[in-house]
Nanobody, 120 residues
Framework: QVQVVESGGGLVQAGGSLRLSCLASGGYAMGWFRQAPGKEREFVAAIDWIGSKTDYADFVKGRFTLTKFNAKNTLYLQMDSLKPEDTAVYYC?????????????????WGQGTQVTVSS
């Protein structure tokens, strides 16, 4: 059974930064999604298995950065210039496809999520 575990969420003021971590028990293409209260889950960012190709949602381009360390099966999401509208539960997911994968339907394994709250 593949395990995906997120960490690093918390409370931050608008304009601040947070770094989310995701550990997967194996090498996979991975991605981040988020879900705010009353809204559907949405794509945030994804990276391929090797860690050389990335894809970002338009609303995070220039603010969020993915980094993948295959030796540690770890994915980081550096979030800068955070806005109150970034408040959500952030989920990490892993897929057996080559990636980067935008559609949540293509992911096989999901973490439990980590809360990110950005105050104004």
């Amino acid at each position: 059974q593949v395990q995906v575990v997120e960490s690093g969420g918390g409370l931050v003021q608008a304009g601040g930064s947070l770094r989310l971590s995701c550990l997967a028990s194996g090498g996979y293409a991975m991605g981040w999604f988020r879900q705010a209260p009353g809204k559907e889950r949405e794509f945030v960012a994804a990276i391929d298995w090797i860690g050389s190709k990335t894809d970002y949602a338009d609303f995070v381009k220039g603010r969020f950065t993915l980094t993948k360390f295959n030796a540690k099966n770890t994915l980081y999401l550096q979030m800068d210039s955070l806005k109150p509208e970034d408040t959500a539960v952030y989920y990490c997911a892993a897929t057996t496809k080559s990636g980067p994968i935008v559609s949540s339907d293509e992911y096989n394994y999901w973490g439990q999520g980590t809360q990110v709250t950005v105050s104004s």
